[in-house]
């Protein structure tokens, strides 16, 4: 009665502050496998809360858009409030500081930090609640009332979806795989401070910031495919680079900017364009089986981001064991290897959605 998607947001937003607040606040203040037992417990909890917010809100944007062009701008609009987020809980650093000079201990100090920006985190979460009236902004077709087993059997059975969800699982074990192996392309193979890591990936966020605009511009005159495929292009060629990073003839922290800069621009892409494109596919498969399921498109979208995210981690893990360390370093080097594959698969994969079809097919729907 209240909407499909808005009451699971408001239930899961406070629990999903909470729980990341309890992953910085062990039950012992001592070495203790019974730490280690909270923090499993406490992160499947909090992935759980996030994943019941994260996919309706999704969702809604599928619901709110009426024309591709919408359903692009909210897409924008979404990853620059994700980008502002990030920037916000850059601040945590800044904050702890200002708490330990206040006179709370070091640990007490980060926990504060983390508290506040959890709150804001857990207000923010809520504003829909108070603004958005699904009944009068997000009226769609009639919720699908196909069993689960087979509305996902459906899902990726759709012929535009499979080749978006594989290029996007080859996207997100890349991205994993940079963002996990950052600090030692860092400390590694440039030599630098580890302190450098996190201006480094603020600066990737805010150029991708800067680049939103032009991508939603572009986006809108041509094609969304293309952009995408040129992302992975790029993002490939910049791991090329991975493979030698501490050996070109300038400065090693250099090195480092020009490598986030470059990725800033596949980042940006990739940021707002799978988004969109997939409301299109959700609103395609809607307009043409007469059965609104956006969720599960976004949920299932969400599932193979989790394990492509997986894949990449162990992926990065397995290659340390060829070497990590200042002059034993092939593995974080193999990595870079491993990146210019798996964007050149993404890459390959994604020439195969047929967008000019599905616009055709979507455009003729619209029309009935």
């Known amino acids: 009665p209240r909407g499909r998607r808005i009451p699971f947001m408001t239930a899961s937003a406070v629990p999903a502050a909470v729980l990341t607040l309890l992953m910085f606040v062990p039950p012992l203040t001592r070495l203790s496998g019974w730490n280690i037992v909270w923090l499993l417990g406490?992160?499947?909890?909090?992935?759980?809360?996030?994943?019941?917010?994260v996919t309706p809100a999704f969702s809604l944007v599928a619901d709110l858009g009426r024309t591709p062009a919408e359903r692009l701008d909210l897409a924008t609009w979404t990853s620059v409030a994700w980008a502002f987020g990030i920037v916000v809980a850059a601040t945590t650093p800044f904050l702890s500081t200002v708490f330990n000079g206040a006179g709370l201990s070091t640990v007490r100090s980060w926990q504060a930090a983390v508290a506040v920006v959890c709150a804001i985190a857990a207000v923010t979460m809520l504003i829909p609640r108070f603004t958005i009236d699904e009944k009068v902004w997000a009226v769609r077709d009639a919720p699908g009332q196909t069993p689960f087993g087979?509305?996902?059997?459906?899902?990726?059975?759709n012929r535009f979806f499979r080749f978006y969800v594989a290029a996007d699982l080859a996207y997100f074990c890349g991205l994993m795989i940079i963002q996990t192996g950052l600090l030692y392309y860092v400390?590694?193979?440039?030599?630098?401070?580890?302190?450098?890591?996190?201006?480094?990936?603020?600066?990737?966020?805010v150029v991708a910031m800067v680049l939103y605009p032009i991508v939603n511009s572009i986006a809108k005159k041509h094609s969304g495919k293309n952009l995408v495929v040129l992302a992975f292009a790029i993002a490939a060629i910049d791991f090329v680079g991975v493979i030698f990073l501490g050996r070109?003839?300038?400065?090693?922290?250099?090195?480092?900017?020009?490598?986030?800069?470059?990725?800033?621009?596949?980042?940006?892409?990739?940021?707002?364009?799978?988004?969109?494109?997939?409301?299109d596919i959700a609103e395609h498969s809607a307009r043409t089986t007469g059965e609104a399921s956006a969720a599960m498109f976004f949920a299932a979208r969400t599932f193979m981001q989790k394990v492509s995210q997986t894949i990449g981690v162990i992926l990065f893990a397995l290659l340390t064991s060829f070497g990590r360390d200042i002059g034993d370093d092939l593995g974080i080097r193999l990595s870079g290897l491993a990146g210019v594959i798996l964007y050149g698969i993404a890459a390959a994969l994604f020439l195969g959605y047929d967008e000019n079809r599905l616009q055709e097919e979507l455009e003729a729907a619209s029309r009935v």
Not at 150 to 157: D, H, N, Q, T
Not at 252 to 259: D, K, M, P, R
């Open 187 to 205: 400390t590694v193979l440039l030599e630098l401070d580890e302190e450098l890591t996190g201006p480094l990936l603020l600066l990737m966020v």
């Open 248 to 279: 070109y003839p300038f400065a090693n922290w250099l090195e480092a900017v020009l490598l986030i800069v470059i990725f800033s621009i596949p980042f940006a892409i990739l940021s707002v364009l799978p988004g969109w494109i997939l409301t």
């Open 42 to 53: 406490v992160q499947l909890l909090l992935y759980i809360a996030l994943t019941a917010y």
């Open 150 to 157: 087979e509305s996902l059997r459906r899902v990726f059975g």
